[in-house]
C-alpha cells in the first residue's frame, strides 16, 4: 500500500489549513516537551508570527530514565489544543499506546509515534483504526525495509494519512547524537508515495549544524523539516542541549528559505 508501484501520485495530506507532501514545504516546530502555559504560548506565538503551520509538543514522553520528566500528559494536551485554537495552529503529538490514541485524539491533529515505538505493532495497528494523521519516526536502528512496513501496517488498518520522518539512526559515531542518514530521503521517496520529512534536532542531538541538515534535508528532496524550539532551552524538563531558543529559531528559519530551497 505505501508503495510507487501500488500509487504513482505523491500522497497530500490535508490538515486544516496545511498540506504535508504538497507543492510547498512543510516546517513542524516546538518544544521537546509541553511544560506550562507560559512556555507553549511563547513558543506558540512566535511560531505563528514566523509563519510555521505545525506546532509540536510532546505530553506522553518516551525517557529513557524512569526518573525523568515524563509529560503533563492529558494537561499538556489541553494547554496545546487551547493555545493552538487561539493562535491558529495544527498541533501534533506522540502517543505510546493504543489507550492514549483515545486520550490524546480529541486535542491534536496529527498522531506521532515515536522512534521507540516504530514496532509497536498493536500501536501502529490502533493508528491504522483511528482516522487521524500519523507521523511516524523512524526506529533507532531500523532499517528502511522496516520503517516503510511499519508503515504499511498503519496503511492496512485502513489509515492513508501516513507521513514518515527520518530522524538518525545508530551508528559508532558520537558527535552527533543519531546519525542523519540524509540517503533515506530520496529511497524513501523513490519507494514510497508518502510525505517524507526530516527532524534536524533529534538526529543530530546539537544546534549548530540544524542549518545544514535541514538544507542538506530538502537538497535531497524532504518535503518538510522538524525542529525542537523552548523559550529558554537551558531550563528545558526534557532535551535542554538540543533545543533552540526562538532568536535562534528566527536565524535558522530565515537560513532557510534563504536558501532558496524551501518552497
Ligand atoms: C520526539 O520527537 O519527541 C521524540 C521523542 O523523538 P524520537 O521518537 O525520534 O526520539
Ligand atoms: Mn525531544
Redesign the pocket.
Known amino acids: 500500500l505505501v508503495s510507487r508501484q501500488h500509487q504513482s501520485e505523491d500522497t497530500v495530506i490535508r490538515v486544516k489549513h496545511a498540506e504535508i507532501g504538497g507543492a510547498s514545504h512543510v516546517t513542524v516546530a516546538g518544544p ?2 509541553i511544560e506550562s502555559v507560559e512556555q507553549l504560548y511563547a513558543v506558540a506565538t512566535a511560531m505563528k508570527k514566523a509563519g510555521v503551520t505545525v506546532l ?1 509538543g ?1 505530553a506522553f ?2 525517557r529513557t530514565s524512569p526518573y525523568d520528566f515524563q509529560g503533563l500528559g492529558v494537561d499538556g494536551l489541553k494547554i496545546m489544543k487551547q493555545a493552538a485554537d487561539e493562535i491558529g495552529l495544527i498541533t501534533i503529538s ?1 502517543v505510546m499506546s493504543a489507550e492514549q490514541i483515545d486520550i490524546a485524539a480529541p486535542y491534536i491533529d496529527i498522531l ?1 509515534i ?4 516504530m514496532q509497536n505493532f498493536e500501536l501502529l495497528k490502533a493508528a491504522g483504526r483511528s482516522g487521524k494523521p500519523v507521523l511516524l ?2 526506529g ?1 536502528s531500523a532499517t528502511l525495509e522496516e520503517f516503510i512496513l511499519a508503515a504499511e501496517y498503519i496503511m492496512y488498518g485502513g489509515n492513508d494519512q501516513v507521513m514518515l ?1 527520518e ?2 539512526i545508530r551508528t559508532f559515531e558520537k558527535w552527533t547524537r543519531n546519525t542523519l542518514d540524509i540517503s533515506a530521503v530520496p529511497l524513501l521517496k523513490q519507494e514510497t508515495h508518502l510525505p517524507v520529512l526530516v ?1 534536524v ?2 538526529s543530530t542531538g546539537r544546534k549548530d549544524i540544524l542549518l545544514s541538515c535541514a538544507k542538506a534535508a530538502l537538497a535531497a528532496g524532504a518535503d518538510g523539516i ?1 525542529v ?1 524550539v523552548h523559550p529558554n532551552p537551558e531550563a528545558a524538563l ?2 535542554a542541549k538540543q533545543q533552540i531558543n526562538i532568536e535562534e529559531f528566527n536565524a535558522f528559519w530565515k537560513g532557510l528559505r534563504d536558501s532558496g530551497l524551501y518552497r
Open positions: 521537546c516537551s509540536r510532546g514522553k518516551p506522540e506521532q515515536g522512534a521507540r515505538n519516526k523512524r533507532l520522518i530522524r538518525g527532524d534536532s533529534h522538524m525542537e526534557s532535551d
